[in-house]
């Protein structure tokens, strides 16, 4: 409150450059909430109206709305009994030919075998989203959980290990989809409300 920002600001932005730094991200965009992460994620990966993303039949429903909030359908797939998450073969066996994403759940901060998913994925041009929401401090095979996905989304909420009492970050090695996520948090304002206006008449 001292500093006179209350939302967005040089704080904001030092927590992304180290959020990144610690995720082993090349950028971090931070937002409101993990749904809204998935939100943006969803839509600079171009998912739209009438594609359909695999998501865990297993997770909190704001994995699944947030590919009905950009027009599409949420495929349920099965996840392991044991750790929760999505495999590759449970998302081989959910994809169709309007498969567009799928969202890879950490569950529980359990980190889902990623690069066997991908390994699915990748071939068809499918994207893939980490949903990271429980996720930080987990590590995959040696490094933090998101850093080997082509997007990924992350909780602050009061629920989760690490908190700011609320909010989110979107990561990505993506510098045009960082932008563009950047920008559309905003309302797609292309100058910060900070920097609008320079002079008083």
């Not at 943006?40 to 998912?47: E, M, Q, R, S, Y």
């Not at 429980?134 to 990924?152: E, K, L, W």
């Not at 909010?167 to 090695?173: D, E, I, R």
């Not at 993506?174 to 910060?192: I, T, Y």
């Amino acid at each position: 409150i001292a500093s006179g920002w209350v939302a967005q600001g040089p704080r904001v932005a030092r927590f992304e450059a180290e959020f990144a730094e610690a995720v082993q991200a090349a950028h971090a965009v931070a937002v409101t909430s993990c749904t809204t992460a998935l939100h943006l994620a969803l839509i600079v990966a171009g998912v739209g109206m009438g594609d359909e993303v695999v998501v865990p039949s297993f997770s909190f429903v704001a994995t699944a709305n947030a590919v009905r909030y950009v027009g599409a359908r949420p495929a349920f797939a099965d996840v392991d009994p044991a750790s929760g998450n999505l495999t590759a073969e449970t998302v081989s066996a959910a994809l169709t030919p309007v498969t567009r994403a799928v969202i890879a759940v950490d569950q529980g901060g359990v980190p889902v075998d990623l690069d066997a998913i991908r390994a699915v994925a990748d071939p068809l041009g499918i994207v893939v989203i980490e949903d990271a929401a429980c996720g930080a401090g987990s590590t995959y095979r040696g490094r933090p959980v998101g850093a080997g996905a082509d997007i990924a989304a992350w909780s602050f909420h009061p629920s989760k290990l690490l908190t700011t009492g609320e909010g989110g970050m979107l990561t990505t090695a993506r510098e045009d989809w960082a932008l563009r996520a950047r920008r559309l948090r905003e309302h797609a304002m292309s100058v910060s409300a900070a920097d609008r206006h320079r002079s008083v008449l």
